[in-house]
């Protein structure tokens, strides 16, 4: 039986390398598509996490070196197929839009959402008394994406870790608001990952439309197509700080499949409210809140 987020154990984000078709994928690996943090398991129970390397190739700092220990207690080992009752990816906007104050408290109200006790009981709420998680953190559609492991929860010990995780969450990427590119990369972790599940979920949040491409990149309607194509409900939470009209945007032209809804923020002081809310109605079992 698969232990959830045993503390000692990692999957790490790994190398790139995909299995061959029909070949599960290895303990401990993770299928990704931008690789800017690395981590790798060794024969020690608590190995050290190597130095991260950013986007451009250069050695980043302390940061991110802590974020890689961090993430090296956080994950746990993705067999292949592995049973959920959800698989969920939250997309986080990192644009330029958004400030290093909106920033910090998008962490935090992510962080605050994982210790939340309904959220934490919602994690085991399902048949499967277990949920999957992963992060995609997105900006302009030119630059790579910054994207975790896949993270298995169904305790309130595995929710304390997570929003950990999240409070120490980095952000690498910036520029124009590539919410299409976001889209897609988020949808694309839900291939060929060693999980299975009723659900998959995209959860994304942002505070802008999207910027007009400058060059030949996936934009909006291409991702909501893919999602409808895979099955995959795309969920938004739009920040109208800026724009009073947002949330109609995200209603036309990003939200995607079975049951997709959005909510508003009027602000990032209001982030953290507003994304408890939204994160409890995704994760909890949908039965349970049918009975409502």
């Known amino acids: 039986m698969l232990s959830p987020l045993q503390k000692g154990e990692g999957v790490a984000p790994g190398s790139g390398r995909r299995p061959a078709r029909g070949q599960a994928p290895a303990t401990g690996e993770v299928l990704r598509r931008s690789l800017p943090l690395t981590a790798q398991t060794s024969g020690s129970p608590h190995p050290a996490a190597p130095q991260p390397h950013s986007p451009h190739g250069r050695r980043s700092g302390g ?84 994207e975790s492991a896949w993270f298995v929860l169904s305790t309130p010990a595995d929710g304390e870790r997570m929003a950990g995780f999240m409070a120490a969450l980095p952000r690498v990427p910036e520029g124009g608001t590539g919410i299409g590119a976001g889209v897609a990369a988020a949808i694309r972790k839900f291939e060929r990952n060693g999980l299975t599940a009723p659900r998959q979920v995209v959860d994304v949040s942002g505070d802008g439309r999207e910027t007009p491409p400058r060059e030949n990149v996936v934009l909006m309607p291409m991702a909501r197509a893919l999602a409808d194509a895979k099955g995959v409900t795309v969920n938004g939470l739009a920040i109208v700080n800026e724009d009073l009209s947002l949330a109609t945007w995200y209603r036309n032209n990003v939200i995607a499949g079975p049951g997709s809804f959005v909510m508003t923020a009027n602000d990032y002081a209001a982030f953290g409210t507003a994304i408890r809310k939204k994160l409890l109605k995704e994760i909890e079992h949908q039965e349970r809140l049918s009975l409502r």
């Open 63 to 146: 940061a991110l070196s802590f974020f890689a220990a961090l993430l090296f207690n956080l994950a746990s080992p993705a067999l292949a197929q592995t049973t959920v009752d959800l698989e969920l990816v939250l997309a986080i906007d990192a644009s330029s839009s958004v400030d290093p104050n909106e920033w910090e408290l998008q962490r935090q109200g992510y962080a605050a959402a994982f210790r939340d006790p309904e959220i934490q009981a919602a994690l085991a709420s399902g048949p499967n008394k277990r949920v999957a998680a992963s992060v995609v953190v997105w900006a302009d559609a030119t630059v790579p994406r910054w």
